[in-house]
């Protein structure tokens, strides 16, 4: 058969013949430096190259500049190919010579994708659509394993299903008991006893949660990202096995991979804890009333889930083992503490439990409490918030050599999130040595894939990330505790602003009078630069982010004073403050 002359094509097809004729093409512009910068990367490899000059064949130069941008999104030149695989332009040619990732595309090495991610949580979700939308070759692998109580959920990873998206919703839950009660003040008629029902609640918050996963299932369709809901482990650097609910196993290789595959929670090595206790991993679909409740641990999860279950009306006892929110300013965690004390919880601290026992049973089951000076107690539901251990035990690793932290099994990452192993990365909760947050895994999976596959330098920033513990009061924090502004800067170079306040919204009923409170931390040889900002009160999450910007960006003392607030809000507290 005769070959057709390329003169005798049309652009489409014209490029796709010099694609498969020729190993490495360049679509050029004779008088463009950087094609000559490209031409000279290929010389200096040795490797042949086909450059076709757009400028110099007249008009079918700009009908093949119009296919490429069609094919590739590339408007520039050059537009460098090798196998048929698009590169991109000089600057991307440059970063996949760095990275290797020419190499092998010369070597004519063929994977099934360009990135597999592990987790399809906020990190992975984030890192694949991004990476997808550069014209990457995308897969995520998801896989629920069934907690101990045999909970399992959708897509999205913990944030969405067992984590922030349930937790505030319960959390306003609590506020519209709270806030009921004041209705009456306001001329609502509301009963005396208003009644709070469980399942509801729970059905309401796993219809919504249900219609989440449906959406992410869409958007990774829509974005050409291939879903594989399959538990992944690593063979070698470029290959997992992945095994399905049914046990069909498959292997897929891939040039890149991210490992986003989170925590889970963890259980204390006591007799009864796993048969008889539940996680968070339970709590938010849980399907009875949960009766009197124990929570064991003194962190995030404990105080969120106790206050939320106890403002809905459920007896809690909170067990303690050391202090109250480890890492957070001890006076705004110890005043949390006193709220809920103050609004009938009930603590025992410091104490550890030993023992569960199931005495009756019934639903939910009965346990006991056995502690070191034999406290004991009986209760319907014993939650365990005692942290999470990272999913990184059964994935492989050993096989590929990733490095983890041996004291609490994360992966040790670089600054741009590399592993140990060249071409894998790891994000959010599952990583060393950062905060467990989901807009974090987000912005690091975000990050990554740009600097991946965009050419991007931009490093996730881990300094001066704002968050917010959702207990009844809420407590919006970012920077530093005064404890470690005063441990990095000594007591003499700290000023402390602070002042306790009511918000209008309590005025009526006298809620909460003078519980509410603000603090800002400042380092006095730095001009009172505001390394801490801390409130307490309703809202305190929508407060905090945006003074964190400010945080952020360096606000001192006196621009937080020179800034007119905006009246009446509970966001003023932040901005007027006296000596502490
Ligand atoms: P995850 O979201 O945990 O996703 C990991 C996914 O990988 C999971 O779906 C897991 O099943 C899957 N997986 C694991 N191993 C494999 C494998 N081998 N193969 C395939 N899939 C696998 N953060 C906030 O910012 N604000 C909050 O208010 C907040 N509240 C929280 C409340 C609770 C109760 C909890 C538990 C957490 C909360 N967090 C909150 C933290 C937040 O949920 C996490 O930081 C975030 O979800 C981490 O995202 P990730 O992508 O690292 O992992
Ligand atoms: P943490 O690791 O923050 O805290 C664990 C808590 O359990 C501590 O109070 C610890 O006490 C206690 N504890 C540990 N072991 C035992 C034990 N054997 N017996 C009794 N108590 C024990 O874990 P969380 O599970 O609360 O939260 C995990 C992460 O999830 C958080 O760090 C946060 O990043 C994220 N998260 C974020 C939220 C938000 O943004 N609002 C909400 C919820 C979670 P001790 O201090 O003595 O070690």
Redesign the pocket.
């Known amino acids: 058969m005769l070959k057709r002359k390329h003169s005798e094509m049309n652009a489409a097809e014209r490029v796709a013949q010099l694609l498969k004729d020729y190993r490495v093409v360049i679509f050029s512009k004779s008088y463009c430096p950087f094609c000559v910068k490209v031409k000279a990367l290929f010389d200096s490899l040795h490797v042949e190259y086909k450059a076709l000059e757009l400028d110099l064949i007249g008009e079918d130069g700009v009908a093949i500049q119009q296919t490429l941008f069609e094919k590739t999104k590339q408007k520039t030149v050059p537009n460098v190919f090798v196998n048929g695989k698009h590169v991109g332009g000089c600057d991307a040619t440059i970063q996949a010579h760095q990275d290797g990732r020419l190499a092998e595309l010369l070597s004519g090495v063929q994977y099934d994708y360009d990135l597999i991610v ?7 979700l984030a890192a694949s659509k991004e990476a997808a939308s550069f014209g990457k070759k995308v897969a995520v ?5 069934p907690s101990p109580q045999g909970t399992t959920w959708g897509l ?4 969405v299903n ?3 998206i349930p ?2 919703l319960m959390h306003k839950a609590a506020i519209i008991g709270e806030d009921l009660k004041d209705a009456r003040a306001f001329g609502w008629d509301v009963p005396e006893q208003v009644v709070h029902n469980w399942t509801n609640m729970v059905d309401e918050i796993q219809n919504y949660v249900k219609s989440l996963n449906f959406g992410y299932r869409k958007v990774l369709k829509e974005n050409t990202v291939t879903y594989l809901n ?4 690593f063979v070698d650097a470029h290959t997992v096995k992945v095994t399905d609910k049914k046990n069909n196993v498959q292997h897929i290789t891939a040039r890149d991979f991210i490992i ?4 889970r ?1 963890r259980y204390p090595d006591i007799p009864g804890a796993k048969e008889y206790g539940i996680t ?1 991993d339970d709590l938010f679909s849980l399907k009875y009333h949960p009766g009197k409740c124990l929570i064991v641990g003194a962190s ?2 404990a105080l ?2 106790a206050g939320f279950l106890h403002a809905v009306g459920i007896d809690c006892t909170i067990m303690v083992r050391s202090i109250l929110l480890r890492g957070f300013d001890q006076q705004l965690a110890e005043m949390i503490g006193d709220h809920m004390m103050g609004h009938g919880m009930k603590f025992i601290r410091p104490c550890v439990p030993t023992k569960i026992e199931k005495i009756s049973d019934g639903e939910p089951g009965f346990g006991k409490m056995d502690s070191g000076e034999i406290v004991e107690g009986e209760y319907n539901t014993i939650l365990f918030a005692v942290g ?1 251990s990272a ?1 990184t035990h ?2 492989g690793l050993d096989n590929i050599g990733v490095k983890l932290n041996p004291s609490n099994g994360k992966i040790i990452v670089d600054k741009e999130e590399r592993t140990s192993v060249n071409n894998i990365y790891a ?4 990583i060393d040595g950062k905060l ?6 987000i912005q690091a ?1 975000k990050l990554l894939a740009q600097r991946l596959y965009k050419n991007q330098t931009v490093l996730t920033d881990y300094v001066n990330v704002p ?2 513990v ?1 207990t009844p009061l809420e407590y919006g924090f970012v920077g530093v505790s005064e404890e470690d502004a005063v441990a990095s800067y000594g007591k003499d170079d700290i000023e402390v602003y602070h002042s306790f306040y009511q918000p209008l919204e309590y005025a009526l009923t006298d809620r909460d009078n003078n519980k509410c409170y603000g603090k800002l931390v400042c380092v006095k040889s730095k001009g009172e630069r505001v390394v801490g900002f801390h409130v307490l009160g309703p809202n305190a999450g929508e407060v905090t982010q945006g003074f964190a910007l400010g945080v952020k960006l360096g606000a001192k003392k006196s621009d937080f004073a020179d800034l007119i607030g905006i009246h009446p809000t509970t966001a003023e507290v932040g901005l007027h403050k006296d000596s502490g």
């Open positions: 592990i987790g399809g949580g906020s990190g992975g692998c998801d896989f629920v394993v999205g990873g913990t944030c067992v984590g922030c937790k505030k399959a538990y992944a482990q986003a595959v989170g925590g929670p968070s995030y999860i969120e889930c999470r999913c059964n994935i994000i959010g909760d599952v467990e947050l989901t807009p974090v895994a999976g968050t917010t959702f």
